[in-house]
């Protein structure tokens, strides 16, 4: 059985050989030279290239069907499902090239007859790939909208190196008013008021690797850098109503370094999504809140404090955590389903001093309450390129607990959090290798932030 390059470059040997024996033809008719032999010959070339050029139009189909085929599994390898791979593979299959039609008859006016010319080589530009970089760069150019979802919700396997640098401003703002007195006659207050703000402005820049070791597993690491600024407001200083303290405080540094591996358990096949195992430690590498010095602002008589504030921010929480949770995306064209649940357990850590008066000094032990998560949104793929989510998501944090020396387990009253909130994103694939995201978040319950804006910028190496 002949080899494919050597049946593809028979056409053009006949052609060649028609092209060499026609003028000999044009010569032999000039001359009334023409045998029955030369007319014999020339339609018996005629004929096989007829024929192989049928040949070459089934090869043609054939190849069509398995440049469809092939982009399917790479996707389905790579985890993401083509948008338009499986519905577009019969359409290919079923529109045959129609071979041109032959004359037996050659005009003189011309050396080569116009339809023993080879069919042209398909081109990438006519609606399927002919090459397999043709198929690689129409797989990546369908999936990567995809591509940069999966990559924000679950973990993106596929991508060997990506480096990711990113910044969010988060505003905190809540309201506590205090009543100190009674209410005489039903409807008259007597006491102090108290009025107290506390205003908060956050701006995280985090540094993040994202290394995929394998198709099933990824490694991530995220180093955070903190700097806030807390401003403090106090109503009836003094015992005044109308009369207002305020102090600000700041700090930066270091936040609290966290390391994390993803294992893809399911691909999404059929009706079930891509399911992900998302395991993680963090490291109390920043500052802990616990043990820093308050300014005392105000007291009372009895020398109890009224008012007082930390002399810097912290950026950590001290104490070792680990998380574990699931994370799906399921793909549905033009929409990508995402979802995630996890765990977060905090590890009791010991500290030279619980206590935030600068005159004394308490040591003890901290056990933050465990936390829960999960989420859900949608992303709409406008094109290859851009892509739109929106997507809830909700923290549930219990009670911490305290230990002085010597003394037992007591929970912090108002230290247990709901934090729900609703998030608008946006992903655009700048380059082949850098991508665009933007996250708007809204704080829904008051233990969430009043808003928060990200930026990030992952870029694949």
Same mark, same amino acid.
């Given at each position: 059985?002949? @080899?494919?390059?050597?049946?593809?470059?028979?056409?053009?040997?006949?052609?060649?050989?028609?092209?060499?024996?026609?003028?000999?033809?044009?010569?032999?008719?000039?001359?009334?030279?023409?045998?029955?032999? #030369?007319?014999?010959?020339?339609?018996?070339?005629?004929? %096989? *290239?007829?024929?192989?050029?049928?040949?070459? !139009?089934?090869?043609?189909?054939?190849?069509?069907?398995?440049?469809?085929?092939?982009?399917?599994?790479?996707?389905?390898?790579?985890?993401? =499902?083509?948008?338009?791979?499986?519905?577009?593979?019969?359409?290919?299959?079923?529109?045959?090239?129609?071979?041109?039609?032959?004359?037996?008859?050659?005009?003189?006016?011309?050396?080569?007859?116009?339809?023993?010319?080879?069919?042209?080589?398909?081109?990438? /530009?006519?609606?399927?790939? @002919?090459?397999?970089?043709?198929?690689?760069?129409?797989?990546?150019?369908?999936?990567?909208?995809? =591509? /940069?979802?999966?990559?924000?919700?679950?973990?993106?396997?596929?991508?060997?190196?990506?480096?990711?640098?990113?910044?969010?401003?988060?505003?905190?703002? +809540?309201?506590?008013?205090?009543?100190?007195?009674? *209410?005489?006659?039903?409807?008259?207050?007597?006491?102090?008021?108290?009025?107290?703000?506390?205003?908060?402005?956050?701006?995280?820049?985090?540094?993040? !690797?994202?290394?995929?070791? @394998?198709?099933?597993?990824?490694?991530?690491?995220?180093?955070?850098?903190? =700097?806030?600024?807390? $401003?403090?407001?106090?109503?009836?200083?003094?015992?005044?109503?109308?009369?207002?303290?305020?102090?600000?405080?700041?700090?930066?540094?270091?936040? #609290?370094?966290?390391?994390?591996?993803?294992?893809?358990?399911?691909?999404?096949?059929?009706?079930?999504?891509?399911?992900?195992?998302?395991?993680?430690?963090?490291?109390?590498?920043? +500052?802990?809140?616990?043990?820093?010095?308050?300014? $005392?602002? %105000? +007291?009372?008589? &009895?020398?109890?404090?009224?008012?007082?504030?930390?002399?810097?921010?912290?950026?950590?929480?001290?104490?070792?955590?680990?998380?574990?949770?699931?994370?799906?995306?399921?793909?549905?064209?033009? !929409?990508?389903?995402?979802?995630?649940?996890?765990?977060?357990?905090?590890?009791?850590?010991?500290?030279?001093?619980?206590?935030?008066?600068?005159?004394?000094?308490?040591?003890?032990?901290?056990?933050?309450?465990?936390?829960?998560?999960?989420?859900?949104?949608?992303?709409?793929?406008?094109?290859?390129?851009?892509?739109? @989510?929106?997507?809830?998501?909700?923290? *549930?944090?219990?009670?911490?607990?305290?230990?002085?020396?010597?003394?037992?387990?007591?929970?912090?009253?108002?230290?247990?959090?709901?934090? =729900?909130?609703?998030?608008?994103?946006?992903?655009?694939?700048?380059?082949?290798?850098?991508?665009?995201?933007?996250?708007?978040?809204?704080?829904?319950?008051?233990?969430?932030? &009043?808003?928060?804006?990200?930026?990030?910028?992952?870029?694949?190496?």
């Amino acid at each position: 059985m002949e @080899s494919t390059p050597t049946r593809a470059r028979r056409p053009l040997a006949i052609a060649l050989g028609i092209a060499l024996l026609w003028p000999t033809v044009g010569m032999a008719q000039d001359s009334g030279q023409i045998t029955a032999e #030369d007319r014999a010959r020339m339609q018996q070339l005629l004929q %096989e *290239l007829q024929s192989l050029k049928q040949d070459y !139009a089934q090869e043609v189909r054939r190849l069509r069907e398995l440049d469809m085929q092939i982009q399917a599994l790479q996707s389905r390898v790579a985890g993401v =499902a083509p948008a338009t791979a499986p519905r577009d593979a019969p359409q290919m299959a079923a529109q045959p090239v129609a071979p041109a039609p032959v004359s037996s008859t050659p005009s003189t006016s011309s050396p080569l007859p116009a339809n023993t010319a080879a069919a042209p080589a398909p081109r990438g /530009d006519d609606g399927y790939a @002919s090459t397999a970089e043709d198929a690689q760069r129409a797989q990546e150019a369908e999936s990567r909208s995809v =591509a /940069d979802v999966k990559q924000q919700s679950t973990a993106l396997f596929n991508r060997r190196l990506t480096l990711e640098n990113g910044i969010s401003y988060n505003r905190y703002d +809540r309201k506590q008013v205090t009543l100190n007195g009674f *209410l005489a006659l039903d409807a008259i207050f007597l006491g102090n008021i108290a009025i107290e703000n506390v205003e908060s402005d956050t701006v995280n820049y985090n540094f993040a !690797a994202r290394w995929g070791v @394998s198709p099933r597993l990824s490694l991530n690491l995220d180093v955070p850098y903190i =700097a806030r600024k807390t $401003v403090y407001q106090k109503g009836g200083a003094g015992g005044a109503a109308a009369a207002i303290a305020q102090e600000e405080t700041d700090g930066n540094g270091l936040g #609290d370094i966290s390391a994390s591996a993803n294992w893809k358990l399911f691909g999404e096949r059929g009706p079930w999504p891509e399911t992900v195992l998302n395991v993680g430690v963090t490291a109390p590498t920043g +500052r802990e809140p616990y043990g820093i010095p308050w300014r $005392v602002l %105000e +007291r009372d008589s &009895d020398n109890f404090i009224r008012f007082a504030v930390p002399e810097e921010q912290p950026t950590g929480n001290g104490l070792w955590q680990a998380t574990v949770g699931l994370s799906a995306v399921k793909t549905t064209d033009p !929409a990508i389903l995402f979802g995630n649940i996890g765990y977060v357990r905090s590890f009791a850590n010991d500290f030279a001093d619980l206590d935030n008066n600068p005159d004394t000094t308490n040591p003890g032990r901290v056990q933050l309450g465990d936390a829960f998560y999960f989420g859900a949104g949608v992303a709409f793929a406008f094109n290859e390129r851009t892509s739109l @989510s929106i997507s809830f998501s909700d923290r *549930l944090n219990a009670r911490a607990r305290t230990r002085y020396e010597g003394a037992d387990w007591v929970k912090l009253i108002g230290s247990d959090a709901n934090a =729900a909130t609703m998030s608008l994103g946006v992903t655009h694939a700048m380059t082949p290798n850098a991508t665009f995201v933007g996250v708007l978040g809204i704080g829904l319950t008051p233990d969430a932030p &009043d808003f928060n804006l990200t930026v990030k910028v992952p870029y694949s190496l």
